[in-house]
């Protein structure tokens, strides 16, 4: 299956476009396992993290990990070892927030496409969809009314970035 649910609730969890981009990256991975709290136990390496998520350097993946884990999203369990003692892939229990209040469905094919910050505006179209009329808004007035965010995601999109399209995926 191409497409997976993210909760409505990561856009309430303080992130940073980075760290938005990196948690919805390691949900869309196929889990192994599952702890006794039912989180979801990936495996990656973080330079795959980094190649998937648009982030060049394994130190600033590293970073944004090390966000992700203070703010309770993310526990990394252990890393395995390689034969000579060489260190080999991080293993992160995934805490998946509550589908309660919502959720939306994300493009798999997106994640490797875009930048952390078309990302993040992405992820915020994705979760303003409404089916019943096709569309992301009522009007342009609807915009300010349905959520702050609209201000964060001009500030996402670099100025050259605003004057081109939304990239589709088929």
């Known amino acids: ?11 309430k969890q303080g992130l940073g476009v980075k760290e938005l981009c990196v948690y919805a990256y390691l949900c869309s991975i196929h889990a192994t396992e599952q702890t006794l709290e039912h989180q979801e136990i990936v495996h990656v390496k973080q330079s795959t993290i ?4 648009g982030i060049s350097s ?8 090390d966000k992700l884990i203070d703010k ?3 526990t990394q369990l252990q890393r395995s070892v390689k034969h000579g003692g060489y260190k080999g892939t991080y293993y992160y229990s995934i ?6 209040g919502g959720y939306f469905f994300v493009e798999r094919k997106a994640l490797k496409q875009l930048t952390p910050r078309q990302m993040f505006v992405y992820l915020f ?9 096709n569309d992301c808004w009522n009007s ?6 349905r959520s702050f965010h609209c201000l964060l ?4 999109i670099p100025l050259r970035e605003q004057h081109h399209s939304v990239p589709s995926y088929p």
């Open 1 to 11: 299956m191409s497409l997976f649910k993210l909760s409505n609730q990561i856009f």
């Open 95 to 100: 805490k998946q927030l509550p589908l309660t």
């Open 125 to 133: 179209i994705c979760k303003s969809w409404d089916a019943k009329i």
């Open 58 to 65: 394994v130190q600033t993946v590293k970073k944004v990990m």
């Open 72 to 74: 309770g999203l993310v």
């Open 50 to 53: 980094g190649e998937n998520c």
């Open 153 to 156: 995601l001009w500030r996402a």
């Open 140 to 145: 342009f007035q609807d915009i300010p009314r």
